[in-house]
């Protein structure tokens, strides 16, 4: 008994071709700003367990300063720019002291590999960090310039320029804060870079602008928290100059924009190493 293939036979069922393997089709790619909303969230609750002592550390630095300094000073400009000074100090502390210590241990320990195999864009790492340390400055931005205002009986109708001042400024600084600590080679380095540009922050920050040297005023031109405390040191008088004050925020927010792209850049070369 032989057996024929069916496809010999006549009339007999023919074999149906199979189709050719497609490859598998990817997913959409993240799209930056819920990506941006996700890491906030969830750097926001990571802090959370530690954000009464930030506060209580970053306000009490910044009014026990204005205290001292009201041993100095009395009213006029050079109160303006104490309290201006003291109050922007709160964001310059959290944006550069402990967001480049957050990063240059997250280099360090391999955080950013968990992060790299997430699918969310590198510049939504860098900004939901940063927006979310940021966060914790708004209210001891707020209780400082109240007190510092009350010390030396500065008015507090232009208060609320603090809404612009704090984004605009904490920016600026956060992206410096982040590429000092993906940029270090060792955390311990990154915590020293924080310290000195919180430092710088102080001492050119606070003190009148008049009573340095000029080499050290270039200096303080190249903060750009000093932007930041010269628009709400502006806002003090009774006729402030506004077009001063919306250029100064407007430099804020251009050296943001540098020091957040040169920190996401930073991320991306950390993250691949």
């Known amino acids: 008994m032989s057996v024929v293939p069916a496809e ?10 199979e189709p050719a393997p497609r490859a598998a089709e990817l997913g959409p790619p993240a799209r930056l700003w819920p990506s941006l909303a ?21 306000t009490f630095q910044s009014v026990g300063i204005a205290v001292m300094m009201r041993g100095v000073v009395d009213s006029g400009p050079e109160a303006q720019s104490v309290v201006a000074g003291s109050s922007v100090l709160v964001v310059a502390y959290v944006a550069l002291n402990l967001l480049s210590q957050y990063f240059g241990q997250l280099r360090a320990s391999g955080g950013l590999d ?22 914790f400055t708004v209210p001891g931005t707020l209780v400082t310039a109240l007190f510092g205002c009350a010390l030396f009986g500065l008015p507090l109708s232009n208060l609320w320029i603090l809404v612009a001042v704090i984004p605009l400024a904490g920016a600026a600084l956060a992206g410096l804060g982040a590429a000092c600590g993906l940029l270090a080679p060792r955390p311990e380095l990154a915590t020293l870079l924080g310290q000195l540009g919180m430092s710088a922050a102080l001492l050119l920050g606070v003190l009148p602008a008049d009573r340095m040297p000029e080499a050290v005023r270039l200096a303080r031109d190249l903060l750009p928290s000093t932007y930041g405390v010269e628009a709400y040191a502006r806002t003090f008088g009774a ?11 407007g430099v804020c927010a251009g050296v943001g924009v540098v020091s957040l ?4 850049w930073a991320y991306r070369r950390a993250a691949v190493r």
């Open 261 to 264: 792209a040169v920190a996401t």
């Open 239 to 249: 006729h402030p100059d506004w077009a001063v004050v919306l250029a100064d925020l």
């Open 8 to 17: 010999v036979l006549p009339g007999g069922a023919r074999a149906v071709p």
């Open 38 to 58: 996700a890491v906030y969230r969830a750097q926001l609750s990571r802090a959370r367990v530690a954000r009464i002592p930030l506060l209580f550390v970053a």
């Open 114 to 135: 968990h992060y790299a195999t997430l699918p969310v864009p590198p510049a939504a790492v860098v900004l939901g960090a940063a927006a979310a340390y940021a966060s």
